[in-house]
């Protein structure tokens, strides 16, 4: 009887088979870009630093993504953005340490020493750019 049943079964199986290749098959779709607003892989040590004391969050990344200023200056960023973020140092002990930013907050920093501070978005940690301090 058990026989008869997987016989049973194989024609059904078989037929549902022929029925799916009856219908085509089609490659599955490209891949596209990457979504926008999403950095895939660019580091921000790629492009050359821009002298400004302002930084924009927004469509989740830093911009400009390289900053660069005189040592006592203080930048702010502005969260433009509708999801929350930080500004954080990478590593350990660095000076940026922002609460969560919402839309519309600000954060200020004033560089006192020399040197590069890379930073993070600590909820999105995809997020990453750097701060110049030249003397």
Known sequence: MRISLVA???PI?????????????????????PMSGMPM??????????TTDAVSIEDFAFAPARVSVKVGATITWTNSDQEPHTVTSSGTGGPLKSTTMNTGDTYR????????Y???CTIHPFMTATVVVTA
Do not use: H, K, M, N
Request: aromatic share 6%; hydrophobic share 40%.
């Open 118 to 120: 890379e930073y993070l």
């Open 13 to 33: 199986a078989t037929a549902g088979l022929a029925l799916l290749a009856a219908c085509g098959t089609t490659a599955p779709p490209a891949a596209g870009p």
């Open 41 to 50: 892989g660019t580091a921000a040590a790629d492009t050359a630093p821009v």
């Open 109 to 116: 920093y004033t560089f006192t020493s020399p040197g590069e």
């Open 8 to 10: 049973q079964r194989i």
